[in-house]
């Protein structure tokens, strides 16, 4: 090999060097969010934990809707209306507001407050059908 090609060498694998650098970097600047994610704090996780407690679609508690379904005379007439919780850290006091229709044909509004862990199982209901 002579000195002219061992030049034309180096200088092939330095842009060789450089283009792959360059790819490389361009895939982390478009793949990459920028910050690391960092680790969520104990509350945040026991916010997002009781988030999944919830329907996103109408924000009902996904086992008391369950629970007041299978109590029902017609399952089908259930109407979600309203739910709101109480968080105490190691349960929660939840409220539910829906119409369905009665044993005589009547649509009528009910309420269900339960108290349940943080898993979503009921542990007591507090206040059930009238």
Same mark, same amino acid.
């Given at each position: 090999?002579?000195?002219?090609?061992?030049?034309?060498?180096?200088? =092939?694998?330095?842009?060789?060097?450089?283009?792959?650098? /360059?790819? *490389?970097?361009? %895939? /982390?600047? /478009?793949?990459? @969010?920028? $910050?690391?994610?960092?680790?969520?704090?104990? &509350? &945040?996780? #026991?916010?997002?934990?009781?988030?999944?407690? %919830?329907?996103?679609? @109408?924000?009902? #508690?996904?086992?008391?809707?369950?629970?007041?379904?299978?109590?029902?005379?017609?399952? $089908?007439?259930?109407? #979600?209306?309203?739910?709101?919780?109480? @968080?105490? @850290?190691?349960?929660?006091? *939840?409220?539910?507001? /829906?119409?369905? =229709?009665?044993?005589?044909?009547?649509? *009528?509004?009910?309420?269900?407050?339960?108290?349940?862990?943080?898993?979503?199982?009921?542990?007591?209901?507090? =206040?059930?059908?009238?």
């Amino acid at each position: 090999m002579t000195e002219k090609s061992k030049k034309q060498d180096i200088k =092939k694998g330095c842009i060789y060097l450089i283009a792959i650098v /360059f790819g *490389v970097s361009i %895939f /982390f600047y /478009f793949t990459c @969010d920028g $910050e690391p994610e960092k680790p969520l704090t104990k &509350e &945040e996780q #026991h916010q997002q934990n009781i988030q999944k407690l %919830f329907s996103a679609w @109408d924000g009902s #508690h996904i086992k008391l809707t369950e629970y007041i379904k299978q109590s029902l005379n017609d399952s $089908e007439s259930y109407k #979600h209306l309203e739910t709101s919780y109480i @968080d105490r @850290d190691s349960f929660l006091i *939840v409220t539910t507001k /829906f119409t369905a =229709k009665n044993g005589f044909g009547g649509t *009528v509004r009910n309420e269900v407050v339960i108290a349940c862990d943080t898993l979503g199982n009921i542990i007591e209901v507090l =206040k059930d059908m009238e």
